[in-house]
């Protein structure tokens, strides 16, 4: 563990509309693990005049960075990060 590992703090997101007992899930495309706060993206879907902003959170900064590219390239991730089984 290097020094910098202890000090990250992954927060599940809660549900509010079940009643804050629920966590919501990965936004990736099938992913069943629960999200997480420190990987999120927000999009604003509306126009600058109306903005309609969306978070959407998801379990691992792999899975974030796979949907981030996925409006080019569905399932790729950009260069430099790694392939794997995950």
């Known amino acids: 563990m290097n020094s910098r590992q202890h000090a990250i703090i992954e927060k599940k997101v809660i549900n509010l509309d079940a009643s804050g007992d629920r966590h919501i899930i990965c ?33 691992t900064n792999r899975h974030k960075m796979f949907f981030v590219t996925s409006h080019v390239h569905y399932g ?9 089984f995950i």
Request: aromatic share 12%; with cysteine; glycine share 10%.
């Open 27 to 59: 936004g990736w495309d099938d992913c069943e693990r629960d999200g997480v706060d420190l990987h999120q993206v927000r999009i604003n879907y509306g126009t600058a005049r109306y903005p309609q902003i969306i978070k959407h959170v998801f379990c």
């Open 76 to 84: 790729r991730l950009p260069p430099g990060y790694r392939r794997s």
